[in-house]
């Protein structure tokens, strides 16, 4: 084990080149990276924030910042009393762990459960979930259908500027069919900026670009199901599109369990699957961040069943209370298979996003991806890398997180005020809450219908999954992000309106 001092002097490498104004981010990187190399190996204890702080010059709260921030996200763990140690979740890269599974994919599979909502057993479906329907409101004043970002908040001006430069730079071979895996510029540069923004282990190498998360899914969903592998467990509640894609591929849906920490353990080892697809930073719909004993149990399954878990990690950048927690796949680059896409932050019609792949299946996804299609448009692709380059990207996030912050507030604020009694649950992130608004405002049929009536569009929570809690309570999954925050305002206050108080 390495006494404190020592640690502290590997850490301060990287950590004292940063400008002030990014210290923290640093120490966090510095940390993580000495983690998951496995220079700080599991159980080694660390110093104090006090200690470290004085060994490293900076303030206590940085400190205490960075070990709260790799704790959340299952790097580090505290003890009971004082104490911070090296958690057992992340997998070290140079430990000799091997994500070869050649041959075991899909071998076994447990026999199948019968359906059944209990909230506790996996549910094994024969097909994919039904879409979300689109709700039939025949005049729509106020949509609160979740999904889309604020598409009148795209760049256009800064985009038309990436476009010019792309255009007049690009000499023309660059114009022939493209690197499957993407633009190596594109590459270089959604690895930065996801390794800084993400915490996630971004190999340019083992980046693919492709046409968002849901190209992402059918891309390994085909490679699993060419490996064996017959079903894929999504999360209940879950987004159905997942199960809608995996089921385009061959594989069958398995909801698994959710409770406020994540993925129930026992549902998920008893369901048989050996791939699952998450959304631990920000759970969609329910809107929790998975906690570190949850995501570590995961990997742990993971590497037991000799499986993958595909991170979706559709809005993982906007989080209005504190840093998003980091990437899972940053815990296990070899059993997590990272996505994300631009589609919430700059606009879904783009199609474009990106797959961290780990190595064992980066060959069955690149070729899956060249007979798919060839690979994605050069151009999209050059200007993407321009603008997150130019600094573009952040620029974006910012703003729109100024933007969003000030909407989900004004959701909150509408709600407490219009509909009182209502609940709000999950972390401060995303675009989207889950609102429980009390049965005296129900029963659920009865609101969905009024509030539909009234023009405003609502999606149950039970759209999502297999739950049918009998309680009367209605449960929504607000979408709030693409409203100003007047028709937020007036948008509850229509609903409000039309249900009164039963
Ligand atoms: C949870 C979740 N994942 C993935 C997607 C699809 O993302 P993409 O546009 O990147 O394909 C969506 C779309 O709304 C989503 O809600």
Request: charged share 25%; proline share 7%; aromatic share 6%.
């Amino acid at each position: 084990m390495r006494s404190h001092g020592q640690a502290a002097w590997e850490l301060l490498l990287p950590f004292v080149d940063a400008p002030a104004r990014q210290r923290g981010r640093a120490l966090q990187e510095a940390l993580r990276e000495a983690v998951r190399s496995g220079r700080l190996a599991a159980g080694t204890r660390l110093p104090s924030t006090r200690e470290l702080a004085a060994d490293l010059g900076v303030s206590r709260g940085l400190v205490t910042e960075a070990y709260e921030q790799l704790t959340a996200e299952g790097y580090l763990r505290s003890g009971r009393g004082a104490g911070t140690w090296v958690g057992e979740a992340a997998r070290a890269r140079r430990t000799g762990h091997s994500g070869a599974v050649d041959g075991g994919l899909g071998s076994t599979q447990a026999g199948r459960l019968g359906p059944g909502a209990d909230g506790g057993a996996p549910v094994r479906g024969v097909r994919a979930p039904d879409p979300v329907p689109d709700g039939g409101a025949a005049r729509v004043l106020v949509d609160f259908r979740p999904g889309t970002p604020d598409l009148s908040l795209f760049p256009r001006a800064a985009w038309a500027a990436a476009q010019r430069a792309v255009l007049t730079r690009l000499p023309h071979p660059a114009l022939g069919y493209p690197d499957p895996r993407g633009l190596p510029e594109l590459r270089e540069a959604l690895a930065g900026m996801l390794a800084r923004r993400r915490g996630v282990v971004a190999d340019p190498e083992r980046l693919v670009v492709c046409s968002g998360v849901a190209q992402a899914s059918t891309l390994l969903g085909f490679v699993l199901r060419a490996r064996g592998l017959d079903a894929v467990g999504i999360e209940d509640p879950g987004s159905p599109e997942h199960g809608r894609l995996f089921a385009s591929t061959g594989l069958d849906t398995v909801w698994l369990p959710l409770d406020e920490e994540g993925l129930r353990p026992g549902p998920l080892t008893a369901s048989g699957v050996r791939a699952v697809v998450v959304t631990p930073s920000h759970q969609f719909p329910s809107g929790i961040s998975w906690s570190a004993r949850r995501r570590a149990a995961l990997l742990d399954w993971a590497r037991a069943v000799d499986g993958y878990v595909l991170e979706d990690d559709y809005d993982g950048d906007f989080r209005y209370d504190r840093a998003p927690v980091g990437a899972l796949q940053g815990l296990d680059p070899e059993r997590v298979v990272y996505a994300g896409s631009v589609s919430k932050s700059l606009a879904p019609g783009l199609r474009l996003g990106w797959t961290l792949v780990p190595e064992a299946l980066l060959g069955e996804v690149v070729e899956r991806k060249r007979t798919m299609d060839l690979g994605n448009p050069v151009l999209d692709q050059a200007v993407l890398a321009e603008f997150v380059t130019r600094g573009g990207y952040d620029r974006q996030l910012r703003r729109c997180q100024r933007a969003y912050r000030e909407r989900r507030d004004a959701l909150l604020g509408a709600l407490a005020e219009h509909l009182p009694g209502t609940r709000v649950s999950g972390i401060a992130a995303g675009l989207h809450v889950i609102a429980r608004v009390p049965a005296d405002f129900g029963p659920p049929e009865r609101f969905l219908a009024r509030a539909a009536e009234a023009g405003v569009a609502l999606r149950p929570l039970e759209d999502y999954g297999t739950a049918r809690p009998a309680d009367g309570d209605v449960r929504l999954v607000i979408g709030y992000a693409h409203l100003a925050p007047s028709a937020v305002t007036a948008g509850i206050r229509l609903v409000a309106e039309a249900v009164g108080r039963g």
